[in-house]
């Protein structure tokens, strides 16, 4: 499985490790622009935390509930947080469409306008 392929999949497992080394793995969105693989999430959310201790994960194809199917490759990888979140959000949004929409106005509009996400980009 390539970057693009695993861009393509509704679902993607991002799997961080906590300070002890504990794998924590959790089904996002998801989104490859041919070079990286970008995931957009919340940025108090524990994964970003997670990150910022440890650039080291690995990512699969999963579905809604974070099940990798048998056989799957699981992917090692690099993350890195990212500041700006606007080009990642119009991959997401031609990528999810409204689905994408109804999660990012809500949030939007309760915090002011401020956009309360963190985009993360794995490097495989």
Do not use: Q
């Amino acid at each position: 499985m390539n970057l693009d392929e695993l861009g393509r999949s509704p679902y993607v497992s991002l799997t961080t490790f906590r300070r002890d080394g504990t794998p924590v793995a959790t089904p996002v969105w998801a989104v490859s622009d041919g070079t990286e693989l970008y995931v957009w999430t919340k940025t108090d959310s524990w994964k970003v935390k997670r990150i910022r201790n440890n650039s080291r994960v690995t990512v699969a194809p999963c579905d809604v509930r974070g099940r990798i199917p048998a056989g799957a490759p699981v992917l090692e990888g690099t993350a890195r947080l990212l500041d700006d979140t606007g080009p990642i959000r119009v991959l997401l949004s031609r990528k999810y469409g409204w689905r994408f929409w109804i999660v990012d106005w809500p949030a939007m509009i309760a915090r002011r306008g401020k956009r309360p996400h963190t985009g993360i980009a794995v490097k495989l």
